[in-house]
């Protein structure tokens, strides 16, 4: 009798620390509504029949404050505090905003004139990007509008020298079906592919070299 009881205790206390174990797995793994979502600006519009028609442009890598370097899903809270730029927790970008619209805007130029990198080839035309906001701003707790504000700056190369052609500024808003972070890519998302269309009427203006 004796021998059975530790036995016995053994076994129980083996079968205890497992389910103990097996707890604190299931602890640790992240449930699926608790995983970063990463989102884009999805699949980019049918192009339609290019033209070809224009100069080239060199496309150059766009230029952001600090707080919108990274993959941050951002948002202000204007009704509390405008000047605080805050980050959702579970929601990132792929990549950077400034190179999602960049990325967006070269394929879509592509459908009017040949994009390249600088150095890559020879454009009369250079086009530079700063994007100075790209969030989403609550203007109460229920309503909320994506905030994207870009300057755009294009330069013509002649010979060896650079001239200043023009700059613009370009800032939308677009309403935000939610409030919260798929409300927010999604009015930013709209925003971008405006500005997109607006930076591509203004830029041929200055289609000829």
Known sequence: MNKTVPDFLSVKSISLLLVLVMLLAG???PRPEAMIKVYDFGPAPVPTAATGSLAAVALFEPQVSPALEGNAVLYRLAYADAQQLKPYALTRWSMPPAQLISQR??????EQRAVVAPGEAAAPFNLRLV??????V?????????????????SQRVGGSETLLAQRS??????????????????????SDQVIGQVTAWLALWGRP
Do not use: I, K, N
């Not at 994007?131 to 989403?136: G, N, R």
């Not at 609550?138 to 294009?154: N, V, Y």
């Not at 370009?170 to 890519?185: E, L």
């Open 170 to 191: 370009f800032v939308v808003q677009q309403p935000a079906p939610t409030p919260d972070a798929p409300g927010a890519v999604r009015a930013l998302t709209a925003a």
């Open 138 to 154: 609550f203007d109460a707790p229920a309503q909320s509008h994506g905030l994207l504000r870009l300057r755009a700056t294009l």
């Open 105 to 110: 805007l070269r394929q879509q130029l592509g």
């Open 27 to 29: 602890c640790a793994t």
């Open 131 to 136: 994007l100075e906001e790209f969030s989403q």
